[in-house]
């Protein structure tokens, strides 16, 4: 058994075609129109707010006499997130891996239904060593982190005993170990470290951050999420600029001065 801690690697996001767009803005009569945007996601995202209503310039709407003259930064924060206009956060997404982390948080995870999609390492397939994440909780009390490591590799002794006598490694027959990995990981604990794909628009994405890093959270699905958080304001900060920290039980946790988008 090794004990184990939640890493979180971004590896993906969404991207604009520049040809597309330089088209569409050709075909409005804006070719020239432009952005400060410090990524494509912050690019697109203000090109969806405006194309709600014709704001690229004052000829493509009757009813302006201004188009806010705001900068990408200003325009996201103020004129679409202080406004609660979270739609405009729903067509840009990001992807990530977590790996080292429980079935526990993976549990939590998935609840995120809406702007979301997960693919979870397989219980069925897999089978490797035993991880386990142990929460502070435990790890600040020699005597309970003790037990909880005996406990742990007790389990993981006895999983191995009922893979020698199931002769699993002794076929090549994949379908049938299949079905024994799948009878066989019955045993193993919640806890037990896994990875998760996971892809969301920013509206979920800011929402998950906030539920997750919540003081009331889980230890380990907090450490998970603050990573998240400080990745997303690094890589985006126009969409996460209202984000803030305060430290709580050795902790951060993030709430937006803007909740709720």
């Known amino acids: 058994m090794k004990i184990v801690t ?6 993906g996001e969404s991207v604009a075609i520049q040809e ?10 804006v070719p020239d129109w432009q952005t400060d945007a410090t990524s ?7 090109i969806a707010g405006k194309l709600c209503y014709m704001s690229f310039d004052t000829e493509l709407n009757a009813n ?3 188009t806010g003259g705001r900068n990408n930064m200003e325009y996201l924060q103020q004129g679409i997130i202080a406004t609660k206009h979270g739609s405009v956060l729903e067509h840009t997404t990001v992807n990530f891996v977590l790996l080292d982390v429980s079935r526990v948080l993976t549990h939590e995870l998935v609840r995120h239904g809406d702007g979301t999609a997960f693919s979870q390492e397989s219980g069925r397939y897999v089978r490797r060593e035993l991880g386990m994440y142990i929460p ?9 982190l003790a037990g909880f490591i005996a406990a742990a590799e007790n389990i993981e002794q006895q999983y191995n ?3 020698e006598l199931s002769g699993i490694n002794q076929t090549t027959d994949f379908g049938w170990k299949k079905k024994m990995t799948s009878a066989l990981r019955r045993v193993l604990p919640e806890g037990r470290a896994n990875a998760i794909f996971f892809s969301a628009n920013h509206r979920a994405i800011r929402h998950i951050i906030q539920m997750r890093t919540d003081r009331h959270a889980e230890e380990e699905v907090r450490r998970a999420f603050v990573p998240v958080f400080h990745a ?3 890589r985006y900060p126009a969409i996460y600029a209202d984000g803030r920290s305060t430290e709580v039980d050795g902790i951060e946790e993030i709430r937006f001065d803007h909740e709720k988008v």
């Open 6 to 11: 939640p890493r979180v690697f971004v590896i």
């Open 64 to 66: 302006l006499t201004r």
């Open 136 to 144: 502070g909780i435990i790890r600040d009390n020699p005597e309970l």
């Open 161 to 163: 005993k009922l893979v």
């Open 40 to 46: 494509d996601t912050e690019k697109l995202s203000e």
């Open 20 to 29: 597309g767009l330089e088209g569409m803005l050709d075909h409005l009569g």
């Open 232 to 234: 997303m304001r690094e």
